[in-house]
């Protein structure tokens, strides 16, 4: 696509539900990351996939958070027994290379606002 | 541990010239990015610097000292839809994310 796409743009769930969080990166991107931003924050690093496999998920907080990219595309984020303190913005990130002669630079999506009542 | 700080706040006036900081600590480094976001907006790619020395982008510059583990963001000629929050960040290794700093909301008034 012309850009990164997530959806929902708006999500609001009880304390307790699951939730699946979906981007879709720029077309022919290897990389995806996943960050997510509380208000008045910068993104905080969730997860790096390169390919189909994450090559870093050091920042995801708990073992209820998931993330997958079976085909080196889509990535979806999932989020089990959500808590209210999971309430957040969640962006995803995609480049063309993960490192080399350019900058690596990231695009990123518009963000998929989480809200957990 | 990684470490990125930046100014919480700054605020200037249209037409004036306003040098946003930003100190690192990491465990390595491959590169240090500047990036926009207006309230309620994805973030947008402003400038890179790997090597010491200033980047020029038309009102925007970016100088970084890898010695010093600094770097700042200079934006000349303010204008009006300059408001908005800077985001400095620093990938530590090659192939490895971005790590973003709190970011610095700047204020550009009339």
């Known amino acids: 696509g012309a850009g990164v796409s997530q959806t929902p743009s708006n999500k609001v769930t009880e304390k307790g539900k699951y939730v699946e969080l979906r981007c879709d990166p720029i077309?022919?991107?290897?990389?995806l990351y996943w960050y997510r931003q509380s208000l008045g924050q910068g993104p905080e690093f969730l997860i790096y996939f390169q390919g189909t496999g994450a090559a870093d998920d050091s920042g995801l907080p708990n073992d209820r958070f998931f993330a997958v990219r079976p085909e080196g595309s889509v990535s979806t984020l999932k989020i089990q027994r959500t808590e209210r303190g999971d309430s957040a913005v969640y962006l995803c990130a995609s480049s063309a290379r993960p490192s080399g002669g350019d900058t690596g630079e990231l695009f990123f999506g518009e963000g998929s606002r989480l809200t957990v009542l | 541990g990684q470490n990125i700080d930046q100014p919480t706040e700054m605020t200037a006036t249209e037409g004036a010239i306003v040098q946003i900081n930003c100190t690192y600590q990491t465990s390595g480094f491959n590169g240090l990015f500047w990036y926009q976001q207006h309230a309620g907006e994805a973030p947008t790619f402003l400038s890179y610097n790997v090597l010491d020395g200033l980047e020029e982008k038309g009102r925007f510059s970016s100088f970084l000292s890898r010695s010093k583990g600094y770097s700042y963001l200079l934006l000349k000629e303010l204008q009006m839809k300059d408001s908005a929050s800077y985001l400095c960040a620093v990938r530590s290794q090659a192939g490895t994310a971005l790590i973003f700093g709190k970011g610095t909301t700047l204020s550009v008034s009339s």
């Open positions: 077309s022919g991107h290897t990389a």
